[in-house]
């Protein structure tokens, strides 16, 4: 199945944001929520069970500038084996003007047993963008093995490469369990933000989860691993590092 969705959010005369365009296609249904402090607020809904083996999702994503856009889903996303064996994709792609916010906060992508899923992010941020992206992945569902899946972000920020990540798990990545990648850990993630209140914040490790800073821009990089989704979200929200300098 082949499906495209868009959204693209603008400032209007007060301040506001409003969505100058929002549509999308089954299993990609977006549901536009009540604002949240003159911020837009998009909930995408998925229509149908997947990404399914051969589906091919995607999503793009405009803020223009002085708009500020939130995206989440109602719950995880579970992606299943097809009967024809090809893989399942999804591609979602974000452009933030100057002054522009979007935050990306979806809830865990899950690799369930014999699933073979590439899921690859591409990200234009301008000058005085601010952007929260969040990615997490739980390898299999519960008592099962992880299947395939590879995880991708690509970053530009003010026309400059700002951060570049991949990761692949399951039984075609080599070594993907081993103390090198997850050490064992069943679910692994990251917290990208870009903005004032990333800028000049120090490298810091507690525990499974690390907070790096970007030499591309005013950026920090939050990842970690944990034994399940529910611990790997605490290591991921802000609440946690609050009070380290």
């Given at each position: 199945?082949?499906?495209?969705?868009r959204?693209?959010a603008?400032?209007?005369?007060?301040?506001?944001t409003v969505?100058?365009?929002?549509?999308?296609?089954p299993?990609?249904?977006?549901?536009?929520?009540?604002?949240?402090?003159g911020?837009?607020?998009?909930?995408?809904?998925?229509g149908?069970?997947?990404?399914?083996?051969?589906?091919?999702?995607?999503?793009?994503?405009?803020?223009?500038?002085?708009?500020?856009?939130?995206?989440?889903?109602?719950?995880a996303?579970v992606?299943?084996?097809?009967?024809?064996?090809?893989?399942s994709r999804?591609?979602?792609?974000?452009?933030?003007?100057?002054?522009?916010?979007?935050?990306?906060l979806?809830?865990?992508?899950v690799?369930?047993a014999?699933?073979?899923?590439?899921?690859?992010?591409?990200?234009?941020?301008?000058?005085?963008?601010?952007?929260?992206?969040?990615?997490?992945?739980v390898c299999?569902r519960?008592?099962?093995?992880?299947?395939?899946?590879?995880?991708?972000?690509?970053?530009?920020?003010?026309?400059r490469?700002l951060?570049?990540?991949?990761?692949?798990v399951?039984?075609?990545?080599?070594?993907?369990?081993?103390?090198?990648?997850?050490?064992?850990?069943?679910?692994?993630?990251s917290?990208?933000?870009?903005?004032?209140?990333?800028a000049?914040?120090?490298?810091?490790?507690r525990?499974?989860?690390s907070?790096v800073?970007?030499?591309?821009?005013?950026?920090?990089l939050?990842t970690?691993?944990?034994?399940d989704?529910?611990?790997?979200?605490?290591h991921?929200?802000?609440?946690?590092?609050?009070?380290?300098?």
């Amino acid at each position: 199945m082949f499906a495209a969705a868009r959204v693209r959010a603008s400032p209007d005369r007060h301040g506001n944001t409003v969505l100058a365009d929002l549509h999308g296609e089954p299993p990609l249904v977006l549901r536009q929520v009540s604002d949240d402090h003159g911020a837009a607020v998009v909930y995408l809904v998925a229509g149908a069970a997947g990404p399914l083996g051969g589906d091919d999702l995607r999503l793009d994503i405009e803020v223009e500038a002085g708009a500020a856009l939130r995206v989440r889903t109602l719950a995880a996303s579970v992606a299943l084996p097809g009967r024809s064996g090809a893989p399942s994709r999804t591609r979602v792609r974000a452009l933030v003007h100057p002054g522009g916010s979007l935050d990306w906060l979806p809830e865990q992508l899950v690799a369930a047993a014999g699933c073979a899923h590439i899921s690859h992010a591409e990200i234009s941020l301008a000058a005085g963008a601010t952007l929260t992206w969040r990615e997490e992945l739980v390898c299999g569902r519960h008592a099962e093995p992880s299947g395939d899946a590879t995880v991708s972000m690509s970053v530009d920020h003010d026309g400059r490469a700002l951060l570049r990540q991949s990761l692949a798990v399951g039984p075609a990545a080599d070594g993907w369990a081993g103390p090198a990648v997850l050490g064992g850990a069943r679910a692994t993630g990251s917290l990208l933000q870009v903005g004032p209140a990333a800028a000049a914040l120090p490298p810091v490790v507690r525990g499974t989860a690390s907070r790096v800073p970007l030499a591309g821009g005013p950026a920090v990089l939050f990842t970690a691993t944990a034994d399940d989704a529910h611990t790997l979200r605490e290591h991921l929200t802000s609440e946690r590092w609050a009070g380290l300098p």
